[in-house]
């Protein structure tokens, strides 16, 4: 029996890697039920790990990205006797003292740094280069970020897609007026979900549905200090500090979700809005055609594209294929996990 320890600490963050870490971890953790695996936690009050099976946690107060965690985190990987680390992040201490495993979700600051400073950016790409070229196997969530991870550092990685948890379904029309009502919206709308950085393009999107002949309003349910920036029109509602569990209903309510996103390792919203019955309307730009679906509108992200697709919104949505399933991705995992075991052997 081997001992795995997988990095949990972003568990504790909203969306993006939170979702993802609290995602695939209790699943995976069923997967592994012949192994002995420990989880790294921020701490042990986090309420997803209720739902997680019976397993060691460790605590590790020890934040991404900080100087403590390069002398913290190796220290106890060492003194927890681990045989492999599973990081669902390439955030991995640069001599971590253990063979390892790491997800790439994507390389965003190799092509949007935002706000990053150049010390930032350099780090940045010294724990990637070394956590991608000294992993046992490096694991990617879509096709396009397998290439740009082969493009940038000449790694080979296996690709396995993100899943979508089951809250994510079509919904009775009482409950979805029932949370619409609560958040002002009483009518159609279009929808987006995600973050406010630069690549995710918001003010084009915004321009586009003020050029539009449209008068269905927008919904961008976000945060970030990107949303400073923007400016407004009459007709978009912004939400922020929306929580988890109603964001089903707000995907059911929309017309359509829309996004103008120039860069995209995988695009969860996404699959979660067709999970849900929504129709697509999206930027033909890179992870997005593999998600997006049959029936989605993909188009060039300029203004006169966009506000032209919002003018004729399509009405039909694909439900996400089985692959899509955090069970699915898990299993993968898994197996990959028990290869990288073999070869520290």
């Known amino acids: ?146 290439q740009d991870v082969q493009k940038h550092y000449g790694v080979w990685s296996h690709h396995v897609t993100e899943g979508y948890g089951p809250e994510f379904t079509r919904l009775s029309t009482s409950t979805v007026q029932a949370v619409c009502s609560s958040y002002g919206l009483l009518g159609s709308y279009f929808l987006y ?30 945060g970030g200090k990107g949303l400073s920036s923007l400016s407004l029109h009459d007709s978009v509602h912004l939400l922020c500090d929306v929580p988890h569990y109603d964001l089903p209903a707000l995907y059911n309510g929309a017309t359509c979700f829309v996004t103008a996103s120039l860069y995209e390792g995988f695009c969860l919203p996404i699959l ?25 509108v993909l188009v060039s992200p300029t203004v006169s594209n966009i506000s032209e697709a919002l003018s004729c919104p399509p009405n039909k949505a694909d439900l996400p294929d089985a692959q899509y399933s955090w069970e699915h991705a898990a299993s993968e995992i898994s197996s990959i996990l028990t290869d990288a075991l073999k070869k520290t052997v």
Not at 123 to 131: F, K
Not at 193 to 217: F, R
Not at 281 to 296: Q, S, Y
């Open 1 to 146: 029996m081997a001992r795995i320890g997988i990095d949990c600490r972003f568990a504790s963050a909203l969306a993006g890697l939170g979702t993802y870490t609290r995602s695939i971890v209790p699943p995976l953790l069923e997967y592994l039920k012949d192994h002995d695996c420990l989880l790294i936690v921020r701490s042990l009050d986090e309420e997803w790990l209720r739902c997680t099976p019976t397993s060691v946690r460790v605590v590790l107060d020890a934040p991404h990205y900080s100087f403590s965690e390069q002398l913290l985190l190796p220290r106890r990987l060492k003194e927890l006797s681990i045989d492999l680390l599973y990081s669902p992040h390439f955030n991995v201490p640069l001599f971590p003292g253990v063979p390892f495993v790491c997800t790439v979700h994507d390389l965003t600051l190799h092509h949007y740094p935002n706000s990053a400073g150049r010390i930032k950016q350099l780090a940045y790409r010294i724990v990637m280069r070394r956590a991608v070229t000294r992993a046992r196997e490096v694991i990617t969530v879509s096709q396009f970020t397998q």
């Open 193 to 222: 979900v995600g973050g406010s950085n630069e690549q995710k393009n918001l003010q084009m999107l915004i321009d586009a549905h003020k050029a539009s002949s449209t008068d269905i309003p927008l919904v961008l349910v976000s």
């Open 272 to 296: 979660e809005a067709r999970a849900c019955g929504t129709p697509i309307i999206a930027a033909n730009t890179t992870a997005i055609p593999e998600v997006a679906g049959e029936h989605a």
